[in-house]
């Protein structure tokens, strides 16, 4: 069980003007924080950094689309895992996907075959959910392959993130 030492929020506001927070989470001895949001007590051993973009409400909305089939436009196959996908979603946070899918690049193609490295592909799933909820939990294993993602891909709110969180 983890239990909740610390914690410190940090707002801030991204390049496209939307604010969030993050909130950095410790575990130790003692009892829980009362301040803790529900968010960061996930039962797992190892905590990391929670963070949030826009607006919780709205991202509601979107998160229920994340791996889901329903309404999908398109399929990422990162590796063996296919990720079902939509294009206005990932269009809407990546200047580099806004691109790739395109009429010109890709045209109609319902699959793109993503090629990244193994450290990247482990973490692929939770970069595309980034896209959708804009959260992520970062520790000291994913921090470094999902900033690398959200550089080649420039989510440039992801960046800011993980670059956070390693200092």
């Known amino acids: 069980m983890v239990v909740i030492a610390s914690i410190s929020g940090n707002n801030f506001i991204g390049d496209d003007g939307n604010s969030g927070s993050c ?4 575990t130790g001895g003692g009892s829980a924080s009362s301040e803790a949001p529900d968010f960061l007590t996930d039962g797992n051993e190892q905590m990391g950094i929670d963070c949030y973009g826009m607006d919780r409400d709205v991202l509601n909305d ?7 089939a329903h309404l999908s436009d398109l399929t990422l196959v990162v590796g063996e895992e296919i990720y079902p996908a939509h294009r206005l979603i ?3 946070s990546s200047e580099v996907f806004d691109r790739m899918l395109s009429q010109k ?8 075959e993503l090629t990244e490295e193994p ?14 909820c804009n959260h992520v939990v970062l520790n000291s294993e994913n921090a470094l392959p999902i900033l690398i993602l959200a550089d080649k891909y420039n989510v440039t709110c992801l960046k800011k ?5 390693a200092i």
């Open 23 to 26: 909130y950095r989470a410790s």
């Open 90 to 92: 990932l269009c809407r």
């Open 161 to 165: 993130i993980c670059i956070e969180f």
């Open 105 to 112: 690049w890709h045209g109609e193609k319902r699959e793109i």
């Open 62 to 68: 979107f998160a229920k689309y994340y791996n889901n």
């Open 119 to 132: 450290q990247c592909q482990a973490v692929f799933g939770q970069f595309l959910r980034f896209q959708y």
